[in-house]
């Protein structure tokens, strides 16, 4: 069973949308009702996937999504960037458990606990996951972290090739465009480029470099 599931998420790392099933499998083992991968990527918008979950609970799931992702718990749990699966609950007070507007939304929804780990990406980006129990079930137990964490060394290479393929994608696309004339570049919502063709590139008297890898209008009048 670990094997096949190894194997999910190796998958998922090359074709996105099984991310959800390898979730689904990995939630399974833990005793979690859902799981989702988020990417952070300096100023741009988070990118994620959650697991597969039941109609009846998914809506009101992907409807706090991206308000979980941007909660102080989740927030301060990934600045700290831990070796391991943690318990999202460590990092709040008990007060703000209960009147987190996320936290609350959640509950209404039937999800407690919640278990996170995050994986720094050489390309700078920040691949977290997180997987959640209905309140039900309780919190988060050693034996249930630790299978977390077996399944870790598997995410987190998984993560790095999805950020790799990502970046080629991007390499892709904008050497599609040179080769019908077209200068291009693909950058961060902060305005760092990521990759340029060589039409782009050799448009000196236009574009210049600036700091942190970013580029401006060389004569903006």
């Known amino acids: 069973m670990f094997d096949d599931l190894t194997d999910k998420i190796y998958e998922a790392a090359f074709v996105p949308e099984l991310w959800g099933d390898a979730l689904e499998a990995a939630g399974s083992l833990s005793g979690s ?50 070796a391991s699966f943690v318990q999202v609950e460590d990092f709040l007070t008990a007060e703000e458990v209960e009147r987190d507007p996320v936290r609350i939304q959640l ?23 997180v997987f959640q129990r209905w309140m039900k079930d309780g919190t988060y137990d050693r034996a249930s972290v630790d299978r977390l ?12 090739v999805s950020a790799r393929l990502g970046l080629e994608r991007a390499r892709a696309t904008v050497s599609a465009l040179e ?23 050799e448009m000196t008297e236009m574009f210049l470099p600036t700091a942190y890898g970013g580029m401006a209008i060389a004569n903006a009048s």
């Open 179 to 201: 080769t019908i004339g077209l200068p291009a570049a693909v950058m961060t919502a902060s305005g760092r480029v990521l990759t340029a063709n060589g039409l782009l590139e």
């Open 33 to 82: 009702a859902t799981g989702a991968i988020f990417l952070f990527s300096g100023d741009s918008p988070v990118r994620g996937r959650l697991s597969d979950v039941s109609p009846v609970h998914g809506n009101s799931l992907r409807s706090v999504f991206d308000e979980f992702v941007a909660s102080d718990a989740v927030q301060r749990m990934c600045s700290m960037q831990p």
């Open 107 to 129: 509950r209404a929804a039937g999800i407690g606990a919640h278990a996170c780990s995050a994986v720094a990406m050489p390309s700078g980006e920040l691949v977290t996951f």
């Open 149 to 160: 964490d077996q399944l870790r060394p598997h995410f987190a290479r998984a993560g790095m």
